[in-house]
């Protein structure tokens, strides 16, 4: 069974930094686009940042110069590094990856989330 398990979310102040992690598990044959959306208090979900398996990165207006998103040398973990964190970027964050398994088709998966809190 695939699943998403991320890491590293919790509380820090305004201008500091937080890594979050995402490592995919199971039986997979190939993991294509990964990413990590947020969700906050009374809003929709949205893309933060996204990666291909070839490296192409895509951010948000609102994180770009900010967050950088990379994949871990075994291409099955996704990081988001996250610096001068605003009180805005307080959410949800959910790690989401394209994956073909091993014995079925493709389609998207999500991590459980993993809550963001910036606060002073």
């Known amino acids: 069974q695939v699943q998403l398990v991320e890491s590293g979310g919790g509380l820090v102040q305004p201008g500091g930094s937080l890594r979050l992690s995402c490592a995919a598990s199971g039986s997979i044959f190939s993991i294509n686009t990964m990413g990590w959306y947020r969700q906050a208090p009374g809003k929709e979900r949205e893309l933060v940042a996204a990666i291909t398996d070839g490296g192409i990165t895509t951010y948000a207006g609102s994180v770009k110069g900010r967050f950088t998103i990379y994949r871990g040398n075994a291409k099955n973990t996704v990081y988001l590094q996250m610096n001068s964190l605003k009180p805005e970027d307080t959410a949800v964050y959910y790690c989401?990856?394209?994956?073909?398994?091993?014995?079925?088709?493709?389609?998207?998966?999500w991590g459980k989330g993993i809550l963001v809190t910036v606060s002073s």
């Open positions: 989401n990856a394209y994956i073909i398994p091993q014995t079925n088709y493709g389609r998207d998966y």
